[in-house]
């Protein structure tokens, strides 16, 4: 565990960036392979293969004993959900988050995505959850700091009638996966780390409809809503820059 926030340099970004393309480009890939009568594991598997293609390295298949590549959290799961042969049906929501290490440098990306058509109560989550993460990047920026990103999530999602997750953040990202800061979903603008040249962020909504509260699965992995509401997970890496926030995790 680092104690300190690393900067990167401009050229260490551009080996992230390569690092996100992948795993932007997989998800994306992924994304178009969800449909009614699809598994969880069917979609992990169509990731392991495309990884090895690509000559990149899953960043999550044994960490902390982590035993896959993708996390699929469908419905009330908000994150870390293991690949199972659980069959997607028409009208859940699956959360996909892969990350990837190439040349030592991780990239980490999340989205959420409707099985065949579902309920406008849901399309709403969904896009609001996306929407926060669209905002808080913004907030990304040399002078401000972490509370600004974290505040402008905790704010749009309330707004829509929705709750943050307490209990898990976004964070640092580089040559680990998870380095200083953390990014909480919640809090005060003004407040928190000092956003600097070089940072590198990965920011990542995790929405649910109902409350807040979130429990773990017996698997030890899958945290899952209090109430059973359904959840949705959007997550980009963020370079700070003087040139303003640089999405690392695009195609
Ligand atoms: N995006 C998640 C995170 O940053 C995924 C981690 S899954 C794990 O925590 F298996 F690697 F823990
Ligand atoms: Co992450």
């Given amino acids: 565990m680092k104690d300190k926030i690393v900067c990167k340099s401009d050229a ?62 469908v419905n009330d799961e908000i994150v870390h959900g293991i690949p199972s042969h659980r069959r997607l049906k028409e009208g859940d929501i699956v959360s996909l988050d892969l990350g990837v290490v190439t040349e030592g440098y991780y990239s980490d990306a999340a989205i959420t995505v409707p099985v065949g058509d579902i309920s406008e109560p849901l399309k709403k989550l969904l896009r609001v959850t996306k929407e926060s993460v669209a905002l808080a990047i913004e907030k990304a920026r040399v002078g401000n700091r972490v509370g600004d990103i974290s505040a402008t999530i905790q704010e749009h999602a309330e707004s829509h009638g929705f709750a943050v997750v307490r209990d898990l953040c976004g964070h640092g990202i580089g040559r680990q996966l998870h380095e200083e800061p953390q990014v909480p979903n919640f809090g005060r603008p003004g407040h ?27 698997d030890h992995w899958t945290a899952l809503t209090a109430d059973g509401s359904f959840s949705a997970h959007f997550e980009d890496v963020v370079a700070v820059t003087r040139n303003g926030p640089d999405i690392l995790t695009q195609p």
Avoid: W
Wanted: charged share 25%.
């Fill in 192 to 218: 928190g780390p000092l956003l600097k040249a070089g940072m590198v962020v990965a920011i990542e909504a995790m929405v649910n409809a109902g409350g807040y509260a979130m429990r773990v699965a017996d």
């Fill in 12 to 73: 260490e970004i551009e080996k992230m960036r390569l690092s996100g393309r992948i795993t932007r480009q997989v998800l994306e890939e992924v994304q178009r392979r969800v449909h009614p009568g699809v598994t969880t594991l069917d979609l992990e598997g169509y990731v392991e293969r495309r990884l090895q293609e690509f000559g990149a390295a899953p960043a999550f298949k044994g960490y902390r004993g982590y035993p896959a590549c993708l996390c699929a959290s």
